[in-house]
């Protein structure tokens, strides 16, 4: 079974960094794109960032500039590089891939469970 582990949540001061981390595990064949989505409360999961098999990305506009999305295909695993962090980036970080577990499978999603990102003084 494929499962998505992530890490490298937790609290910050405006202005600071994070790196948070997604290891795919288990049955995988192919792994199409990975991204990461957030939740504040109260709010709508939104997307913030995603890589394709291509290597090309695509950002929310309100990270542009301060988010940084890559991946290892040898490694099945993605990360999102967060810099100059505000309040607003408060939210619960998903991670997503878009992966096909076996050569006769089809394409499906698979969510991880979330890391918490606070951004706060």
């Known amino acids: 079974q494929l499962q998505l582990v992530e890490s490298g949540g937790g609290l910050v001061q405006p202005g600071g960094s994070l790196r948070l981390s997604c290891a795919a595990s288990?049955?995988?064949?192919?792994?199409?794109?990975m991204g990461w989505y957030r939740q504040a409360p109260g709010n709508e999961r939104e997307l913030v960032a995603v890589?394709?098999?291509?290597?090309?990305?695509n950002y929310a506009d309100s990270v542009k500039g301060r988010f940084t999305i890559s991946r290892d295909i040898a490694k099945n695993t993605a990360s999102l590089q967060m810099n100059i962090l505000k309040p607003e980036d408060t939210a619960v970080y998903y991670c997503?891939?878009?992966?096909?577990?076996?050569?006769?499978?089809?394409?499906?999603?698979?969510w991880g469970q979330g890391t918490q990102v606070t951004v706060s003084s």
């Open positions: 288990g049955t995988i064949f192919r792994i199409n794109t």
């Open positions: 997503k891939i878009i992966a096909r577990a076996r050569y006769y499978s089809g394409m499906n999603a698979y």
């Open positions: 890589i394709y098999s291509s290597g090309s990305t």
